[in-house]
């Protein structure tokens, strides 16, 4: 396992592979406190992607807009905290991605089923850009959407797998990306689905 780097993404393929359980396990606790919801944009349009969050802030969206917020509005109470294996798990990628010290305070949780994508965006709720965001694939693959600073620039295509890590930050932090719509198939621990997880510190 070695790590595939293009100015500020650096892959860590299969880094996460053989704790893909106890990270499944940890996300279904969360998602207990916490359950799935489907937001919708600011312009009214429900996503195909389900959410939540764990951590002291999660990103929400409504018809009033985008932000981080340490409440779950479905609750109105604090969203779960952020699971131990999940912030070891963070801090050892982002330090193998040569981002030493990274704390996240914020875990966005993405469900994927067949069909669902999201479009290309930037990420810049965030208030620090100078933190990276690490991201963890678990279930089926998926092909992600990797832009350059303007919506218009040429995407590359990487194939994220259940298990693979991927950190970005520095120049690449403001990036366009999105990723296809989810292919039909079965993963052999999460079924019918992909679940991604992404390590932001947000406040
Ligand atoms: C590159 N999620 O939640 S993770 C998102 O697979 C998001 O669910 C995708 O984009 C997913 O905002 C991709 C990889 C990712 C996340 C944040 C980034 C790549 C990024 C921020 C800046 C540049
Ligand atoms: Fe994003």
């Not at 290309?120 to 992600?144: C, K, M, N, T, Y």
Request: with cysteine; net charge positive.
């Amino acid at each position: 396992l070695f790590p595939v780097s293009t100015p500020g993404l650096t892959q860590l393929p299969g880094f996460a592979r053989g704790e893909e359980e106890a990270l499944l396990a940890a996300v279904e606790a969360v998602i207990a406190m916490a359950p799935w919801r489907q937001v919708v944009t600011p312009g009214g349009k429900p996503m195909s992607v389900h959410m939540s969050n764990c951590g002291a802030a999660g990103w929400v969206s409504d018809r009033r807009g985008y932000r981080y917020s340490a409440v779950d509005p479905l609750s109105e109470r604090s969203w779960p905290a952020m699971p131990g294996c999940f912030a070891r798990l963070a801090a050892r990628a982002a330090a193998a991605a040569g981002f030493a010290g990274f704390a996240p305070d914020a875990c966005l949780i993405n469900l994927y089923e067949p069909g669902a994508r999201m479009a290309l965006h930037q990420d810049r709720d965030e208030v620090d850009f100078s933190a990276p965001i690490v991201s963890l694939s678990l279930g089926l693959p998926a092909v992600f959407l990797w832009g350059g600073a303007a919506r218009a620039d040429k995407a590359a295509r990487i194939e994220l797998h259940s298990g693979d890590v991927v950190a970005w930050g520095g120049a690449a932090r403001l990036n366009f990306h999105g990723v296809l719509p989810l292919r039909e198939g079965v993963h052999p621990l999460l079924g019918r689905r992909r679940i991604n997880l992404t390590f932001r510190k947000a406040l």
